[in-house]
């Protein structure tokens, strides 16, 4: 094919890091399907199976997908593994071969994990580590890469069990916050909730009650869909909203002078209703509200 197939991995690795940081983290599957050029190639990133070999490959896959809805049980556990059932019930099936071959030889793979239907987070890379034919089944293991941070003190204080679960749990909870932002901005259709901006790369899903808290699942109803600069206000009691739906700005905020951004971006706010998502089974929980209001009020 021209390039060779580690080089095309490792391409791939930096471009997903790259669109990342413009995408959040999630890619439709459009933009999995159309896939990503190196020397010359277009490399399609999924496919119609959920173990993906691109057709420049000779036999390893590039990829696995989990789908969301989908007639297979994978997750990521908490010993820091995922679980991922071969292609049907053939144990030599080609795309079940080549999972056995990447981990013969020890080949990184990419874990496209579906948080919305149409929508996924990459976790890369990713190892075939085991493989069981009498389940159907392969185990692969998340590299400590996936974390370049915050890993190298992890890895120098705990062994190599207690890191594996630290990156599961760091996964996990990667996945959950990229969830939760995805499903709270399709309620409000990539609104901000207080000023409409519509740049989804400037939205962010905000806790009404904070995660970790009582009350505080990563649902819809305990989430609102404000830009980064409401959000902040929001954080910080500068701005509320009550269980009516109607945004407060803080009374010291509403009595300063400092032009326009101030003005109409915070104070001209003040009693204002917010946007509410199409179904109502998402709009803000009005306890949440209130209890997150009660704090605001303590503020002021």
Known sequence: M??????VRAALFA??????????GIFTRKELETGFSVG????????????????????MPISITTVSDGPYDDSIGKDGLINYRYRGSDPHHRDNAGLRQAMLTKTPLVYFHSVRPGRYQAVCPIYIIEDHPESLSVVAEIKAAYFPDAVEETAAAVGETDLRRYVATQTRARLHQQA????????????????HIKHSELLDAAHIIPDGKPH???VVPNGLSLCKI???????????INPDYIIHVRGDVLEEHDGPMLRHGLQELHDHKIILPRHKSDWPDRERLEMRHEEFRRAR
């Open 40 to 59: 010359g190639e277009t490399i399609a990133l999924v496919g119609p199976t959920g173990i993906w070999k691109p057709r420049q490959f000779e036999t």
């Open 216 to 218: 505080g699942e990563p």
């Open 230 to 240: 409401h959000h902040a206000a929001f954080d910080t009691n500068i701005l509320g």
């Open 180 to 195: 939760f932002r995805m499903m709270v901005l399709d309620a409000y259709g990539d609104n901000c909730t207080v000023c």
């Open 15 to 24: 471009w997903l890091e790259k669109e990342s940081s413009r995408n959040a």
């Open 2 to 7: 021209g390039f060779d197939e580690s080089q």
